[in-house]
């Protein structure tokens, strides 16, 4: 029998992730969070240690990050990730090992373009620093913030425009090449959010909240100008920290120092109007940003495929004014959008290009990504709980009831949107809905939850500006007329709702969940967010969905693989 191939790539910075491929499949992937429950969380060597449960060799080993330096084991001074290897194999059957550290958006790309089914597309990345580029032309270090690709089978990315930012104040250098190649002093979109996000009072990588925030500020004359008139971010508004974090200038208005002021005698949980102002105004113009950068890559390469990835591709407010604005333009927004994808393009790229594959991946169908647990095994963990046999139909009628429900089954999703595996259900009909679960969720106030519906009901009430479907929760779109007052605890206060769409082959036991709730409320919809608390990321194992019930206010886990509904009571 012959020897399986198996490529590992490990993603080591925030957002860390591992995937596993095997004779071309990806076994699984999972993101360092989910296995060591810290939120965010890098040096991936949890999931690489899962790896070592599922081979006894490993014939490539992809390292990816932004740079080359990254930890080395002690004494003997091999790279963490190769020394690791070699201790749990005991030097045998060792990989070949490749440091990706110059490619970060070429990976974000690959991610997203092998992910799509295109034959051809062009590929615009957005996010905060990618790889450290240094260059002849000038002495500092680089940083990539956004890129657009022309992608094309046989595999072959070619970099047509890119903005490469720089501590140095340089001005602007055009080094002409196809396309353009710019430096800057000026920072990418994504760090003018981030510093955005920083102001609100938010950890900077934490842009999903300054979003949820947005519609809740308007139009203010007196925060100056984000952008140039030459359409780049404000260096005056903006200081760049690189490659972290950025600050928006407090010192470029009045209107900044009199808020800071003035915010100190707010109370918890409160935000004042600049910082929701100011939310509004960097999604307004991040969106206009990126809209002109998707109308350069249409130009340059003659595209009507555009994949959208990098961090910023999580923004699903502005993907829905992608598609509102390009009518005539196929878009594949990466629902792994953020660095864990990167992983998986690092996989997927190596192995086509190894088998000098000539046709495009079949499309990203799934992303149930996480490694499969055996249902068996769930009984160790639920000892001492109160569990019954059940059936979706009493399960939908507890929802129906008003109790929240959290559901845990199968794979784990990729991502950050819970997609009916890892989730918590409430009623989407029940007007304070999102005060009571945001309440129990211990998150702000203004955060929206998303919903999932039937994919064969979704146009009955919601716009999707001419898509079929919406299985990844990658659009906040609008909702039709009357729906708000139908499903109150769903739809944000501009009226948009990002959904996910499910049909039966999809998700058997969720897509029942639905079927069985509709028929008691008439409403084919289920309030879904992701089964964690506030901070926390999302459940991986049985185990972490337990602790996280007894944690928590929820009563409630309904496990549909083995029928059975689970009561933890928190008194």
């Known amino acids: ?44 060597l949890a999931g690489l240690l899962e790896v070592c449960k599922y081979v006894d060799h490993i014939d490539h080993l992809l390292i990816c990050h932004t740079h080359r330096g990254g930890p080395r084991t002690d004494w003997t001074g091999e790279d963490l990730y190769v020394g690791l290897i070699q201790k749990v194999f005991k030097n045998k059957n060792l990989p070949e090992v490749h440091f990706i550290d110059t490619i970060h958006h070429e990976l974000h790309a690959a991610c997203g373009f092998l992910n799509s089914g295109f034959e051809s597309a062009a590929c615009v990345i957005a996010d905060g620093a990618g790889s450290f580029l240094r260059t002849e032309y000038f002495d500092d270090v680089g940083y990539e913030f956004e890129t657009i690709f022309k992608a094309t089978w046989p595999l072959k990315f070619e970099t047509v425009w890119k903005h490469i930012g720089t501590k140095s104040p340089i001005g602007i250098i055009d080094i002409g090449l196809r396309g353009e190649e710019i430096y800057t002093e000026h920072p990418g979109i994504t760090k003018a959010y981030e510093a955005v996000t920083e102001y609100c009072g938010f950890s900077s990588i934490d842009a999903g909240k300054t979003m949820g925030l947005s519609p809740y500020g308007k139009e203010n004359k007196d925060i100056p ?28 208005a009045q209107i900044f120092c009199d808020d800071m002021i003035s915010r ?14 100011l939310a509004y105004a960097i999604q307004r113009e991040s969106e206009k940003y990126m809209i002109d950068k998707i109308r350069k890559a249409i130009e340059i390469t003659g595209e009507k495929n555009i994949i959208i990835c990098g961090g910023y591709g999580l923004n699903c407010v502005a993907n829905n004014k992608f598609w509102k604005e390009f009518p005539d333009v196929k878009f594949h927004c990466e629902p792994i959008s953020h660095d864990g ?27 149930y990504y996480g490694p499969q647990y055996d249902p068996a095994t769930y009984e160790d963990a639920l000892e001492g709980l109160e569990t019954s046999e059940t059936t979706v139909e009493e399960v939908a009628q507890l929802i129906r009831d008003g109790n929240i429900v959290t559901i845990f089954q199968g794979r784990s999703e990729g991502g950050p949107r819970a997609l009916g595996n890892r989730s918590i259900l409430f009623d989407p009909t029940i007007k304070d809905g999102k005060d009571i679960v945001n309440g129990v969720k211990r998150r702000e106030f203004f955060r929206p939850f998303a919903c999932s519906i039937k994919e064969e009901a979704v146009h009955d009430w919601f716009n999707l500006q001419g898509r079929k479907k919406s299985p990844h929760m990658m659009y906040a779109v609008e909702c039709n007329e009357g729906v708000e007052e139908k499903i109150p605890s769903v739809i944000h206060v501009d009226n948009t709702c990002r959904i996910q769409t499910v049909t039966r082959d999809e998700n058997q036991h969720y897509y029942d969940l639905i079927d069985a709730f509709e028929k008691l409320s008439g409403v084919p919809i289920l309030f879904n967010t992701s089964f964690n608390l506030g901070g926390d990321p999302l459940v991986e194992t049985i185990e972490d969905a337990v602790d996280t019930l007894k944690k928590s206010k929820i009563e409630y886990m309904y496990l549909p693989e083995i029928s059975k509904l689970v009561k933890v009571s928190n008194d």
């Open 1 to 44: 029998m012959s020897k399986s191939e198996v490529i590992v790539a490990v993603a080591r910075g925030h957002n860390a992730s591992t995937t596993l491929m095997i004779d071309g499949k990806i076994v699984w992937y999972v993101e360092e969070e989910r296995l060591t429950r810290k939120k965010y969380d890098g040096c991936p």
């Open 341 to 367: 994808g990167t992983s998986i393009g690092a996989v997927k790229m190596l192995y086509a290009r190894l088998h000098e594959q000539q046709r495009p991946y079949p499309v990203q169908e799934s992303i």
């Open 264 to 277: 100190s005698e707010l109370k918890d949980g409160k935000y004042s109007q600049v910082q929701k102002d």
């Open 225 to 252: 100008p984000l952008l140039t008139t030459k359409g780049w971010v404000s260096r005056e508004m903006f200081l760049p920290g690189y490659p972290n974090d950025s600050k928006v200038n407090i010192c470029s």
